[in-house]
């Protein structure tokens, strides 16, 4: 875990975020914090459900931006700290 300097540093090495240009194209940028519905079990179950539901069916795909041997990992997690992955690092053994 960073602590406060790294997660500075990590906030500053992120694009720019503009909202307005956002909603010019019609676009939406939405996230969810479950960490906050771990008292909501009911709510979670069902939605974690249809989640892997949408994973069987193939309606969810991960952009693999790279496989990288375990034997490597230092190198997939150099990748991913200096950002330079568009989708998810795989380790494989």
């Given at each position: 875990m960073q602590g406060p300097v790294g997660m500075i540093s990590s906030v500053l090495q992120m694009t720019p975020?503009?909202?307005?240009k956002v909603m010019q194209e019609n676009k939406a940028?939405?996230?969810?914090?479950i960490g906050r519905l771990w008292q909501e079990e009911d709510?979670?179950?069902a939605e974690l459900r249809a989640?892997?539901?949408g994973v069987a069916e193939g309606a969810f795909?991960?952009?693999?931006d790279a496989e990288v041997p375990l034997a490597e990992?230092?190198?997939a997690h150099r990748r991913l700290e200096q950002r330079e992955n568009f989708?998810?690092?795989?380790l494989v053994p």
């Open positions: 975020f503009w909202p307005l940028l939405i996230g969810v914090n709510l979670l179950t989640i892997l539901q795909r991960p952009i693999v990992a230092p190198r989708g998810k690092v795989v």
